[in-house]
């Protein structure tokens, strides 16, 4: 706990969310840098050796993915931020984007600089009404201010910065299927290859970050790599942003270092359980990982690898602690039907899948389960997996898969008592 | 010149080619849903799952391409796993109402599920409800429970016709295709959406619970509805043409044909059939003695009346008539030779029993020996001439028997081609020119050395009383027409009937009733040809039931220049001959040498002996996808006509 937190540093701050506030702070000051003593590659090759890996969920190196974009193309070359946090149990970007707009939109400029980018989409979900409207405002001030728009810091270069407001659907947070609502269709995933570093919004290079990303990069330019890379441990470096739900007694957002003991997270800054039931089960990053049991997660190091080494993921690090009063057929029935509500119906598996587990287990738990379920729902989430155009078939079958494997007595018990066993 | 392997099978492919399209080069079928070739990459179906050496997961067949070394497997466990699969899912929520869905025994749902699918289902749920019966445009109807969301058709919309009615909506299990508001699916090529559904999704208003897929006969075609030639498929069944389907030729209409092509077999169930052939009054109203006949046929008497109004004087006799035992396939006993039904009494006499004919026959003979009679009168006579109109509606046989009769027995120069326009040219298929061989009547009649006239220039010389007989084929050959038509473009006003008078576009149903008046009124006998009524039938002295289309065999040259088959399918709905049978009887009546015996395949030959522009060409060449014209620029493209594995792109 002895932390000093960096992302979260000004959001306690009265007016944290202006521009005169985030100046007083040292805003900008890292823009400035760049763009007058370092050069987009010298940017770039920053970032990489900070070893920051993507907030989003897949963790890809930040610096390699910029390192994509191509060198020379006649077209124009894109960032888009994606603001389309939509993952249950991940709130984190909503409190940087309304508490601290400018550190994020730093954050875009300096990227499209690295980059040679001239323009940053934001994407915003649409139910994040405040955060868009903060953000609009901190746009413009950035604009008025000179640090966006024709000629930034009077250093001719040319930087726009464009706020595109959802419509309200999970599938675009999925980058290609955010590239697509950009340009005015409908969400729906695209084939990949052409990845979208060739082929992004509107047929140009495209990169694509998420915000918690992008509002580290201003301090590794502020700070430096090495300072970065002092926080956390190899390849999972610097600050992090945990959002902690379920049963616990204080939940909420915290900054930490990534990699953070489990048990750190849980007691020291959650401080503990909620109540005097033990803890049963962790979803670890996001509704979408699948769930670990409590001796699973303990001792876990709250990164990247330590918990893919624990067949789970990071994700968006929205964690979900479950303690011994739930009953997981209805905690999955909870996520199923979020995934057949959200499942954008364009490839076949998920379309079909997603609706089709969510109506087994909501059999059931109606009482009308018989035996073969729990392999039905085993068998019917493999066959989603690894068949889809875009990530949210696995997103949503993971989560089957693992609540069946791990929990399969509760299952059991749903369809031979034809009641819980747990309440 | 990436070299793969699909399936222990080496195939070469161009480099960029898709998994699928080089499985198919390699004779091995990859089953697909959303893929088409005419339309983009959607890869939502997920059933072209393959195996690919080195590669992670499975991947779509439609969109991954190959390379160098690649080892695909499409019949691996895993594969067949992920087909199960997606069959699966497509099955769980699809209503399952075979029976009653007029796709059955085409749809690739029911094909794919006995081929690659399941079983059995283990859905224990209630399947999830859509909309059902949407009519979302003039000629088609949805049912969003039995599709699919292959997006086929919404590509189709976006891509094609590029018209954009239709999109997805809603999401999940609950997506559905929908119309925009105010927005039917009423683009002129909206019935290629029912053909590229892979389901029962959409129907065809016109064909629903018409027949089951299974008893249609589909005959290979060419459509006769604009100068385009579209390829189809006519499928006949219970004596009819139930439905027009394209056939894929990519050198004319790729996968596609418009709404009109598609329901121009409508045409034919009209009515209006002439049925049988008519004689007016004067000409036959008894039987004729063979001697009579010979007699009378080469006799030159006064000009006959309009027979409509006043019955005529008996015909005179001369002697240099051919005989018309020169005819043997038509020729009967005197016997058997019927009384001629009366002009326009509509009611056909009874077919005769037994002897050597098919019933009708006589009557057809009588009615071409009365034709024959008439011109051989008109032939003899010291003045006036025989004028000719033709039609781009007929075929290239029957244009050059009718051109050979017309030169040769009655030396025409000119002769007069209406035409028949409507609409625009558009940027896909449709033609204004809605006659399916006007190149190639044109070339025909250049290559006889015959002129081709306005439609005015003959009213001209008709009114003016310079003619004795005028044979006509009429407006109707390829089925009754009823839309309006638009004055041809050229040289403008030149081809009305009169500048002065009320503007009578040549080919329009004015201009044939001005030509009959113009007959009627200077004694003209006016022999019209025909398989429908029009203004010009009820006009003429002789009425000649032609055949129709899905009734004959020949050829048509479409605007590009490229020489197609169309074919018989169906039995003759009239007592009637082809129209260059027709002009072969005529002219067989009146002692030429036919051009050519017979058969519509050894009038081609004789058709290509003699007009350069055809030289080389003959029904085996022109397979089924046709052949172009000499120097006609028509010349394939793409080598061949087998375009499912070829190119993407839309026309």
């Known amino acids: ?172 947070g999925e980058e290609t299927a955010l590239m697509e609502s950009i340009e005015g269709k409908r969400g729906y995933p695209r084939l990949k290859p052409p990845f979208p ?227 | 010149m990436p070299k793969l392997t699909i399936d222990g099978k080496e195939v070469e492919v161009d480099p960029g080619t898709t998994v699928i399209r080089a499985a198919e080069k390699a004779g091995i079928f990859i089953p697909r849903y959303c893929w088409h070739p005419g339309l983009t990459i959607a890869g939502n179906c997920r059933m072209c799952l393959v195996e690919v050496e080195k590669m992670p997961k499975l991947v779509i067949s439609c969109s991954t391409q190959t390379a160098e070394g690649m080892v695909v497997r499409t019949t691996s466990p895993k594969v067949k796993e992920a087909q199960d699969a997606v069959l699966e899912f497509l099955l769980i929520n699809h209503p399952l109402d075979c029976p009653i869905c007029d796709q059955a025994g085409e749809c690739k749902l029911q094909e794919f599920a006995y081929g690659y699918g399941p079983s059995q289902s283990r859905m224990l749920e209630e399947k999830t409800h859509k909309p059902k019966q949407i009519d979302i445009g003039k000629n088609i109807v949805f049912d969003g429970e039995r599709c699919i969301v292959c997006t086929r058709c919404v590509r189709f919309t976006q891509e094609v016709t590029k018209t954009h009615e239709l999109t997805v909506s809603h999401r999940g299990d609950h997506v559905t295709i929908e119309t925009f508001p105010g927005m039917p699916l009423d683009n002129a090529y909206s019935g290629n959406t029912v053909d590229i559904c892979p389901v029962g999704a959409l129907t065809l208003k016109q064909f629903r619970f018409q027949q089951r897929v299974w008893f249609l006969k589909d005959v290979n075609s060419v459509c006769a509805g604009c100068a385009r030639g579209c390829n189809v498929f006519n499928g006949i069944s219970k004596g009819r043409i139930l439905r027009i389907t394209p056939r894929e030729n990519q050198d004319v209409n790729r996968w596609w044909i418009c709404d009109e092509g598609r329901l121009s077999y409508e045409k034919l169930a009209r009515g209006g059939r002439i049925a049988w052939p008519r004689v007016a009054d004067r000409l036959a109203a008894r039987p004729i003695p063979e001697s009579e006949l010979a007699a009378l046929a080469s006799v030159a008497a006064a000009a006959p009346a309009p027979g409509a109004h006043a019955p005529g004087p008996a015909l005179a006799a001369s002697s240099a008539s051919p005989s018309p035992a020169a005819a043997p396939m038509l020729e009967t006993s005197e016997e058997e030779r019927p009384v001629l039904p009366k002009f326009n009494e509509g009611v056909p006499p009874a077919p005769r029993s037994g002897g050597p004919a098919k019933p009708g026959e006589t009557v057809m003979a009588a009615a071409l020996d009365a034709a024959a009679r008439v011109l051989a009168e008109a032939r003899a006579g010291a003045e006036g001439s025989v004028e000719f109109v033709l039609s781009a509606r007929a075929t290239n046989e029957d244009l050059y028997v009718l051109g050979r009769m017309a030169r040769d027995l009655f030396g025409a120069t000119r002769l007069a081609l209406p035409a028949h326009e409507r609409g625009e040219d558009d940027a896909l298929l449709l033609r204004r020119d809605k006659t399916p061989n006007r190149r190639g009547a044109l070339a025909i009649l250049g290559g006889l050395g015959l002129a081709v006239e306005s439609g005015a220039e003959l009213l001209v010389r008709v009114g003016s009383g310079s003619a004795r007989a005028v044979v006509a084929l009429g407006p109707n050959l390829m089925g009754l027409e009823t839309e309006p038509l638009l004055e041809p473009r050229g040289v403008p006003g030149m081809d009305r009937a009169d500048k002065g008078a009320a503007p009578a576009v040549s080919g329009s149903p004015e201009w044939f009733e001005s030509l009959a008046a113009a ?72 002692g030429a040498a036919p051009p050519a015996r017979h058969g519509a395949q050894e009038t081609f030959s004789a058709l290509c002996a003699e007009i350069p522009a055809f030289a080389g060409l003959s029904y085996a060449k022109l397979g089924e996808a046709g052949a172009p014209l000499a120097g006609s620029g028509a010349e394939s493209e793409s080598g061949s006509a087998s375009g499912s594995g070829s190119e993407a792109a839309a026309p």
């Open chain 1, 1 to 172: 706990m002895s932390y000093e937190p960096v992302l979260l540093r000004n959001i306690a701050k009265p007016g944290s969310e202006t521009l005169a506030v985030y100046e007083q702070g040292g805003g900008y000051a890292a823009l400035r840098k760049a763009l007058t003593s370092m050069t987009p590659d010298e940017v770039l090759e920053e970032v990489k050796k900070s070893g920051l890996r993507g907030r989003g969920g897949a963790g890809f190196p930040t610096g390699m993915k910029w390192s994509f974009m191509p060198k020379e193309t006649p077209k124009p070359k894109y960032l888009v931020c994606n603001a389309d946090e939509s993952e249950p149990g991940t709130y984190k970007d909503r409190l940087l984007m309304e508490r601290d707009p400018h550190v994020m939109l730093e954050g875009c400029l300096i990227a499209c600089y690295a980059m040679g980018s001239r323009r940053c989409f934001i994407y915003i979900r649409g139910e994040y009404v405040q955060a868009a409207r903060t953000l609009e405002r901190a746009i413009a001030d950035a604009y008025a201010k000179g640090y966006a728009g024709a000629n930034v810091l009077g250093k001719g270069w040319d930087c726009e910065l464009t706020l595109h407001v959802g419509a309200g659907a999970y599938i675009c």
């Open chain 1, 197 to 423: 570093a060739s082929f992004g919004v509107f047929g140009c290079p495209t990169t694509i970050n998420n915000v918690e990303t992008l509002s580290n990069v201003p301090y590794i330019i502020d700070r430096g790599a090495a300072w970065f890379t002092s926080i956390g441990r190899e390849k999972n470096t610097g600050p992090k942003l945990y959002c902690v739900s379920g049963h616990v007694k204080r939940p909420g957002i915290y900054e930490a270092a990534l990699g953070v003991p489990w048990e750190e997270l849980l007691n020291d800054y959650c401080g503990g359980m909620s109540g005097p039931r033990p803890l049963k089960a962790v979803i670890p990053g996001g509704s979408s990982v699948p769930v670990l049991r409590a001796e699973e997660i303990a001792g876990a190091r709250m990164d990247f690898d330590d918990l893919a080494a624990r067949k789970t993921l990071l994700g968006s690090a929205g964690v979900i602690v479950m303690d011994t009063s739930v009953c997981m057929v209805k905690a999955i029935h909870n996520l199923a039907r979020f995934y057949a509500h959200e499942s954008c119906g364009q490839c076949t598996p998920c379309r079909e899948g997603c609706g089709w587990m969510e109506k087994i287990i909501a059999r059931v738990l109606r009482g009308e389960g018989v035996p073969k379920d729990p392999d039905l729902l085993l068998d019917v989430a493999g066959n989603i997996t690894g068949n889809t155009i875009c990530p949210l078939g696995d997103a949503a079958a993971w989560p089957v898969q693992s609540f069946v494997a791990k929990f399969r007595n509760e299952f059991d018990h749903h369809i031979a008592k034809k009641a819980c066993d747990v309440s």
């Open chain 2, 519 to 590: 007959a009627a009124g200077t004694g003209a006998a006016l022999i019209a040809i025909d398989a429908f009524e029009s203004p010009l039938t009820s006009g003429a002295a002789v009425v000649l039931p032609a055949l129709t289309y899905g009734e004959i065999e020949g050829s048509f040259t479409n605007f590009e220049g490229r020489v197609q088959r169309v074919r018989a399918g169906l039995a003759p709905g009239a007592d009637g001959l082809p129209v260059f049978r027709i002009a072969q009887e005529i002219a067989r009546r009146l």
